[in-house]
């Protein structure tokens, strides 16, 4: 697996599916990407893309609009692995508030 391609793709947005604009988006196409906050904007918006995405492939799928297993599958794969990522990123920032929080000075 490699994380470093995840990463890359989870903060650019690559495979993005969706052409609406929302207002968190915008917000976060407007400069804010290079704090920290909008790295972090940018990644959950990212996420959610691709949650939506492989919910609309399998819903087309059981609809009988698509016609690819594996693209659908491939879909839903990107959207477990990105919210995997996501949560394995919660998980370290929780641990370094938690680490700052017992310091003693």
Known sequence: ??????????????????????????????????????????????????????????????AGDADNLHNVMIQTSEAQLTLDLALQVRNKCLDAYNEVKNMQF
């Open 1 to 62: 697996m490699n994380i470093e391609a995840l990463y890359s793709n989870l903060l650019n947005g690559a495979g993005q599916v969706g052409t609406m604009e929302t207002p968190a988006r915008e917000a976060a196409a407007a400069g804010s990407s290079s704090s920290f906050s909008g790295m972090i904007e940018q990644a959950m918006i990212n996420l959610n893309d691709k949650q939506v995405s492989a919910d609309q492939a399998v819903q087309g799928l059981v």
